[in-house]
């Protein structure tokens, strides 16, 4: 069956250092992948889409990459700041689909 | 603003009983999403539409029911079926294509 990764522990990382999230895949062959931000009790906020064919994107401090032959995706936050702790969450769709598959998220905590 | 409106923030369901979670949206999005999320686990799909008066079954749709009378509003019923409600409840909305999903801020259910 369909399986997403995420690493259920939190990140705990120094504030101005780069913070880098997992995302793993197996048995899917996605068309695209998303990047979410959820805060305590808030909904999922969207932050990055990329395609497959697209190896790495960027938005300001943003950095996302994604490698279909490790079925993997980086998310990199660099010079990290308190305000981006938060659980950030990994999601594939696939060509056929409208519909997205999330993984169960990584809570990344930006100590001062 | 447009956005997505979720209510109540907070719903308590007692015993056999069908409670109603609203969703309407204003971004004039034809695709609408219901998800799961219980903690330290990731958004589970339970009903999505994508025209009025049409919708589909998620992945856990057993217990839940749905409408899609207005492009606006995507209720969702929890039933006495749903032997396990307590989660918190997300409502998105997408505009067509492979463009990310925009979700509501959730219901929290519990059970008394």
């Known amino acids: 069956s369909q399986k997403i990764e995420q690493n259920s522990e939190a990140l705990n990382i120094q504030e101005g250092k780069t913070a880098t999230l997992t995302c793993n895949y197996t048995?899917?062959?996605?068309?695209?992948l998303q990047w979410y931000r959820q805060d305590p009790g808030r909904g999922p906020v969207f932050l990055l889409l990329?395609?497959?064919?697209?190896k790495e994107k960027r938005k300001e401090r943003l950095k996302v990459t994604f490698d279909t032959t490790l079925k993997q995706s980086l998310f990199h936050i660099t010079a990290s700041q308190p305000a981006d702790s938060a659980t950030y969450l990994c999601a594939l769709t696939s060509n056929a689909g409208n519909m997205l598959t999330f993984g169960g998220g990584t809570r990344l905590m930006v100590k001062p | 603003d447009g956005g997505i409106t979720q209510s109540p923030k907070y719903l308590f369901r007692k015993e056999g009983q069908n409670v109603t979670l609203s969703c309407e949206q204003n971004?004039?999005?034809?695709?609408m999403y219901w998800y799961r999320q219980d903690p330290g686990q990731g958004l589970r799909l339970i009903y999505y539409?994508?025209?009025?008066?049409?919708?589909q079954k998620g992945d856990i749709a057993e217990g839940y029911s749905v409408s899609r009378e207005k492009k606006e509003s995507f209720p969702l019923t929890v039933t006495s079926a749903q032997k396990n409600p307590t989660a918190f409840y997300l409502c998105?909305?997408?505009?067509?294509?492979?463009?990310?999903?925009?979700f509501g801020d959730g219901t929290r259910l519990s059970i008394l």
């Open positions: 048995n899917y062959s996605p068309a695209y």
């Open positions: 971004l004039n999005h034809d695709a």
């Open positions: 990329i395609r497959e064919n697209e």
């Open positions: 539409s994508q025209i009025v008066n049409d919708f």
């Open positions: 998105a909305s997408r505009r067509e294509g492979n463009q990310p999903q925009h």
